[in-house]
């Protein structure tokens, strides 16, 4: 098995005054990557105009291009809309699902959605007390739910787990104590160690660290623009005996 | 009794999210006096005056203190083996 070039950024916010500016740092990503994964918040405010600069900025690349929406996606209440005009530009768009990609040979598994949120394990929301409480964490839970089960169908040789939300707490330092439960919950680290995977992506915490772990010891990067201070980050996962 | 600073730069930060404008959730905004102080990065240069009106419009009278970095995606470089 060869290795595995994973390039991946999130948080674009790319609005009509970026149309352009992103693509320019794409040019030759194919001699760096394999695979390109966008980590949510693709727009500023979820408009349909947005939704069409970022189809455009991402299209036809040489490598495929996966990617899950973000809540600033969600803004406008058209997340199925904006992930038609992604999908018509050849984008995969994960919504609690997975995607099986050939990479020379190599199958690739990626799994993912946007992710929620509610805390990380002894510092957390619970489905308890008022209902608006109650859905605010059964939608983390059923996300979680959908991964697990996702990541358990796949029959592959490698698995990534694309997400908006953090799974871990880790790659939040630097963000304020108090908001960590509107940024991810470690109930989706927590599907993600019970059926294990190579890497865990995710975006949304802008003022985070790049790198961080589950506690089953599975590697998490957050890689938010303003985290990454570069077009994308980009790792790579050795195949058996061979370095790539 | 004049309103308390924290409320002016808590309005101005809600402003800051929920104006169809702006929609930025990461900026630090503070208030000292009669300055509202405005700290974060954005994308380019055309953000970065347009959340200066929208927190001028949200807290009139404060000189505002536009302290935005325009943020450079930069080229990518280099890679880390997992």
């Known amino acids: 098995m060869t290795g595995l070039r994973v390039a991946a950024v999130g948080d674009v916010h790319l609005g009509e005054d970026m149309r352009g500016r992103y693509r320019e740092h794409l040019a030759g990503i194919e001699e760096r990557a394999d695979v390109l994964l966008l980590a949510g918040d693709l727009t500023r405010h979820g408009t349909l105009e947005e939704g069409r600069v970022v189809a455009d900025e991402f299209r036809d690349l040489p490598i495929p291009v996966v990617a899950v929406l973000g809540n600033h996606d969600y803004h406008s209440d058209k997340p199925a809309e904006i992930a038609a005009l992604l999908r018509d530009a050849g984008i995969m768009v994960l919504h609690d699902d997975s995607v099986v990609l050939d990479i020379d040979g190599v199958r690739l598994g990626v799994v993912g959605g946007k992710g929620f949120g509610g805390g990380f394990a002894g510092k957390c929301a619970s489905e308890f007390g008022e209902p608006e409480i109650k859905a605010f964490v059964n939608h983390t839970k059923r996300i979680a739910d959908r991964w697990r089960r996702a990541l358990k169908e796949l029959d592959v040789d490698r698995r990534i787990v694309l997400s908006h939300y953090s799974p871990v707490n880790d790659t939040l330092e630097g963000e304020p104590l108090e908001i960590y439960p509107f940024l991810g919950s470690y109930l989706l680290a927590e599907a993600v160690d019970a059926e294990g995977a190579d890497l865990i992506i995710h975006g949304h915490a802008h003022k985070g660290t790049e790198k961080g772990m589950t506690s089953g010891g599975i590697r998490v990067r957050n890689v938010a623009l303003p985290v990454l201070n570069r077009a994308y980050a980009v790792y790579c996962r050795d195949g058996d005996g061979e370095s790539c | ?82």
């Open chain 2, 1 to 82: 009794m004049g309103e308390a600073p924290q409320y002016v730069a808590a309005r101005v930060q809600q402003a800051l999210a929920e104006d169809e404008r702006t929609t930025e959730l990461g900026i630090r905004v503070d208030v000292r006096g009669e300055q509202l102080f405005l700290r974060g990065q954005v994308s380019c240069e055309e953000r970065r005056t347009l959340i200066a009106d929208v927190a001028e419009e949200a807290a009139p009278g404060l000189a505002i203190r536009n302290e935005l970095t325009v943020s450079d995606v930069r080229v990518p470089e280099g890679e880390e083996k997992l």
